[in-house]
């Protein structure tokens, strides 16, 4: 099982390339994290399944 992998996707409000770890080791996980360019919070979700990333969301908080 791995542990942590380095993740890119684009903001949903600014645009800007946000760069993230996911711990893989801790399952599939939920939370909010801040964009690092424009501090607007982020909703992301992802699963883990065998180890691997299975799938990958971020949407903009207020979009829930």
């Excluded at 390339?17 to 360019?37: F, I, K, P, T």
């Excluded at 699963?47 to 969301?57: D, H, I, K, N």
């Amino acid at each position: 099982m791995q542990g942590e992998i380095e993740h890119i996707f684009d903001c949903p409000y600014c645009d800007s390339e946000v760069s993230m770890l996911l711990d893989l080791s801790a399952g599939s996980q939920a939370y909010v994290e801040d964009c690092e360019a424009c501090c607007n919070p982020i909703d992301v979700s992802y699963g883990v399944e065998e180890g691997a990333l299975s799938r990958f969301e971020a949407k903009a908080a207020d979009e829930s």
